[in-house]
């Protein structure tokens, strides 16, 4: 295999402040920065070793202004994985990121099999969401092939890594669909109350059986019979330790 063959460029799109270059300086250096400069075009190349061979991926952060469309296409064109952004307190910025994945879909006939991720930036700023993540979800899931999903905060240094897994996970299999693991993280006080007062039900009704039934993952009418009061899951975050960031 040739240098250039063993050479992966991972594609950094997104409208302009919605954290790419944090994201990406967070996984690479651990650093943040509060302050926003502009990004024009910047490339950092690392060296991995997956699975016993050396691999040499190129991550290119791209400008968020369409003041260079022609930059943009060309960076589609070359890329050999995608990683889209959005700020999850700016609903334009998502209407970006689909927008972006039309032009890719125009531009490269071969998208299904080119790895991507959606990231969903700006978590910490939970109060001023505008982007709900079951409406990305839905449209990730239904969208043709459109790629990996999750939520993150560059500022908090929260899913970062998974980001990077996620995309490891697609570059196995670009057609399958990974979504952020256990779907959401949390459970919103209104959640939370409503499972509660299921969960203090003293019967379980038929029609309750039915609805839970309605949900991807349901349990068969006798197991629900059987078993017993619903249970609140709680997914677990996992470790950000950066000693077990092995890209592999």
Request: hydrophobic share 35%; aromatic share 8%.
């Amino acid at each position: 295999m040739t240098e250039l063959e063993q050479r992966n460029r991972v594609v950094f799109l997104g409208a302009g402040g919605v954290g790419k270059s944090s994201i990406l300086k967070r996984f690479l250096f651990s650093t943040y920065s509060d302050s926003y400069q502009e990004t024009v075009e910047d490339l950092y190349c690392r060296e991995y070793v997956i699975q016993g061979s050396d691999i040499r991926v190129d991550f290119l952060d791209t400008a968020g202004k369409l003041v260079f469309p022609a930059m943009q296409r060309l960076s589609i064109t070359t890329a050999h994985a995608f990683i889209l952004v959005y700020a999850v307190t700016n609903q334009n910025t998502f209407e970006e990121v689909k927008r972006l994945w039309e032009m890719i879909k125009e531009v490269r006939s071969n998208y299904e099999d080119i790895p991507c991720v959606i990231v969903g930036n700006k978590i910490d700023l939970e109060d001023n969401r505008q982007v709900e993540k079951f409406d990305a979800l839905n449209w990730v899931y239904n969208e043709s092939n459109c790629g990996a999903f999750i939520e993150v905060s560059a500022k908090n240094d929260e899913c970062i890594l998974e980001v990077f897994k996620l995309l490891m996970e697609k570059a196995k299999n670009p057609r399958a669909k990974i979504n952020e693991p256990f779907m959401s993280r949390r459970l919103s006080e209104h959640s939370l109350e409503v499972q509660s007062n299921k969960t203090a039900e003293k019967s379980y009704s038929p029609e309750s059986a039915s609805n839970e039934g309605a949900s991807k993952f349901s349990r068969s009418r006798s197991l629900i019979r059987r078993g017993s009061k619903p249970k609140v899951r709680k997914s677990h975050a996992r470790s950000h330790n950066r000693q077990d960031c092995v890209i592999s």
